[in-house]
């Protein structure tokens, strides 16, 4: 089993940044992946961006590239999510999620998820 906790969310003005962190523990050696998700309300979760556990190769959806930035840091089994020039229609909860599969896309690929943490970008 991994569990996962999410920080980092908030409220910040459009233009501006925000730094969510994921900190993994348990059966950490185990992960392929850990990804961010979000949601926003009336709206299916997305896939924000993943990174690959080892190699560190990153991936991002096409409203965040650019502006979002995936990093990792082994020793503290931790995955972060940059968010920079966020918009309005970044409001959504950010949920950071890990899986032992190959599929880092995919919201079904992922076997462990964090409780989220809510972001609001005002206009």
């Known amino acids: 089993q991994v569990q996962l906790v999410e920080s980092g969310g908030g409220l910040v003005q459009a233009g501006g940044s925000l730094r969510l962190s994921c900190a993994a523990s348990?059966?950490?050696?185990?992960?392929?992946?850990m990804g961010w998700f979000r949601q926003a309300p009336g709206k299916e979760r997305e896939f924000v961006a993943a990174?690959?556990?080892?190699?560190?190769?990153?991936y991002y959806a096409d409203s965040v590239k650019g502006r979002f930035i995936i990093s990792r840091d082994n020793t503290k089994s931790t995955v972060y999510l940059q968010m920079n020039s966020l918009k309005p229609e970044d409001t959504a909860v950010y949920y950071c999620?890990?899986?032992?599969?190959?599929?880092?896309?995919?919201?079904?690929?992922?076997?462990?998820w964090g409780q989220g943490t809510q972001v609001t970008v005002s206009s």
């Open positions: 999620a890990a899986t032992r599969r190959s599929a880092y896309g995919s919201l079904q690929g992922y076997e462990y």
């Open positions: 348990g059966r950490t050696f185990s992960i392929s992946y």
């Open positions: 990174i690959s556990w080892i190699g560190g190769s990153t």
